[in-house]
Structure formats: structure tokens, C-alpha cells
């Protein structure tokens, strides 16, 4: 099947520092990627949709000045919390969109301290 | 507005036992898609099983099969002959064709026993 990677898998950092994620679809082009967010004992939440080429589209609630997206290439969206606050904390995982199905990366752990 | 419910928050089945995992949806909709991922502990979300809204025939991967019952708007996931290593979280998972976007109910932590 095709593989997403994330990375960091984990960081730890200050708060008010910014904290780049990486997602990468390394054997396809996606045009679309997702980046969801999910607390502990929690179900996914879908943040914003990223696409190549253009502004990511956020969901509701979701500040877009606070967790910017850059889908720079078909096989590249970055994830940046800027300024980050403990209650950023959470597990970030990101999506990448095939004609048949999405692939999920494999998360990454965001802790501020 | 689309809604994935997951009724049972824990299950416990016994090795090698057969385990039903509920879940229903509302959409009104009538192109859309249904979903199983499976998260362990480490957290990676693992597809299982896909079912389109037009799909005749119930799918089936292996193990996994989808109950799709589209009256009652259920998509109920059977994993047959439980293995330890099915332990996990298993979230149920409702897309749109038109966006692509997946809305996830609250998920079921399986346990499966010795």
C-alpha cells in the first residue's frame, strides 16, 4: 500500500517557539492532503485540507494564523504550529489523498512544555 | 450535517472468537463513503476496509468484513478468527465523494483475550 511519513515523530519545545511537521507521500503524487489532530482517548479531528499549489482550507475553529500549512510540492505538506502553547499539545497525524483511499501518516507527538 | 456514532466504546472477545464492531451514520448524502482504520498503541492509523454507498456486495479484506446495511444507515465492521495483535482502537469513518474529507466517530478500544 502507499506509505506517508511524518516527521518529527515526536518534539518536545518551549512555548511560544513554532514547530514544524512534515508529512511526505513517498510513492505518489498527492494533490490533497489533510491534517488532522487528536487529544488522548480522543477521535481525530480534521483541522484543515492542504492543497498543491493553493491556500489550505481550514475547518471551523481552526486558527489558520496559528497552524500554518504549505503543501510546496504533490508530495509534501508541512504542518507549522507557530507560537506554540501547552495546549497545543496533542498528536498530529496528516493524510494524503489517492483516487482510492487516504493514507495516514504515522502521527507526531507535539508536547509543550 | 454528516455524523459517525460508535456506540461501543470497549470490547472484549477471545482469541480465535469472531467480534462485531458497530457503527452507524447519518448523511444526507447519497454519495458517500465508510471507513475501518485500526490505531494501536503507537498510533499510526492503519486502513482496513472500504465501502462505497453504491457498492452492491458487502466488502470483505481477509479477516475484515463491512456489514453494510444501508437502510439503517449501519456499517458494522466483523473481524472473524481474533488475533492478539488486533488489540487496538478502531475507528469507524464516514467521506464525502464530492471533498475527499473524512469525518471519524469516537472509536472502539478491542481487547482480544487469550
Known amino acids: 500500500g502507499a506509505v506517508v511519513s511524518q516527521h518529527p515523530s515526536r518534539v518536545i519545545c518551549k512555548s511560544g517557539t513554532s514547530v514544524k511537521i512534515e508529512c511526505r507521500s513517498l510513492?505518489?503524487?498527492?494533490?490533497?492532503m489533510f491534517w488532522y489532530r487528536q487529544f488522548p482517548k480522543k477521535s481525530l479531528m480534521l483541522m484543515a485540507t492542504?492543497?498543491?499549489?493553493?491556500?489550505?482550507?481550514?475547518e471551523q475553529g481552526v486558527e489558520k494564523d496559528k497552524f500554518l500549512i504549505n503543501h510546496a510540492s504533490l508530495t509534501l505538506s508541512t504542518l507549522t504550529v507557530t507560537s506554540a502553547h501547552p495546549e497545543d499539545s496533542s498528536f498530529y497525524i496528516c493524510?494524503?489523498?489517492?483516487?482510492?483511499?487516504?493514507?495516514f501518516g504515522p502521527g507526531t507527538r507535539l508536547t509543550v512544555l | 450535517a454528516q455524523k459517525i456514532t460508535q456506540t461501543q466504546p470497549g470490547m472484549f472477545v477471545q482469541e480465535k472468537e469472531a467480534v462485531t464492531l458497530d457503527c452507524t451514520y447519518d448523511?444526507?448524502?447519497?454519495?458517500?463513503?465508510l471507513f475501518w482504520y485500526k490505531q494501536p498503541s503507537s498510533g499510526e492509523m492503519i486502513f482496513l476496509i472500504y465501502?462505497?454507498?453504491?457498492?452492491?456486495q458487502n466488502a470483505t479484506e481477509g479477516r475484515y468484513s463491512l456489514n453494510f446495511q444501508k437502510a439503517r444507515k449501519s456499517a458494522n465492521l466483523v473481524i472473524s478468527a481474533s488475533q492478539l495483535g488486533d488489540s487496538a482502537m478502531y475507528f469507524c469513518?464516514?467521506?464525502?465523494?464530492?471533498?475527499?474529507?473524512?469525518?471519524f466517530g469516537t472509536g472502539t478500544r478491542l481487547q482480544v483475550f487469550p
Open positions: 510513492d505518489f503524487q498527492a494533490t490533497t
Open positions: 493524510s494524503a489523498v489517492t483516487p482510492d483511499t487516504q493514507y
Open positions: 492542504s492543497n498543491e499549489g493553493s491556500k489550505a482550507t481550514y
Open positions: 469513518a464516514m467521506s464525502d465523494y464530492n471533498t475527499d474529507k473524512l469525518i
Open positions: 465501502q462505497g454507498s453504491y457498492d452492491q
Open positions: 448523511t444526507s448524502d447519497p454519495s458517500y463513503g
